[in-house]
């Protein structure tokens, strides 16, 4: 069986939002979930892109959801797989790791 490449999105600033304050920094938690996915499905083809929502990538839609983060005074970091929110602020490892098994993911 062969899986579908899934896309992971970390939408984060530099700067801690203000309810976040003890928490990790959104690229601390980026670091920290490549290391975590990897580690739990080994081998298995995602991708993790960090995303800086006040200096968004050139792709519009990343760019459009960045927006929405600001605008809509979500908790980041944001965690998207695949265009589905999974994480806002403290995302969860078993959220994620169990969105990524509904794509067929399997840890080893």
Do not use: H
Request: charged share 25%.
């Amino acid at each position: 069986m062969s899986l579908q490449p899934v896309e992971i999105c970390v939408y984060g600033a530099e700067v801690l939002c203000p309810s976040c304050v003890n928490l990790p920094s959104s690229k601390e938690t980026y670091d920290w979930l490549d290391a975590a996915i990897s580690r739990k499905f080994p081998n298995q083809p995602f991708t993790i892109t960090y995303i800086d929502i006040y200096n968004p990538v050139e792709d519009e839609e990343k760019k459009e959801f960045a927006t929405r983060v600001i605008e809509e005074d979500m908790f980041y970091p944001v965690v998207v797989i695949n265009d589905e929110i999974v994480g806002e602020g403290n995302p969860r490892l078993k959220t994620i790791y169990s969105e990524l098994e509904k794509y067929g993911y399997q840890s080893e």
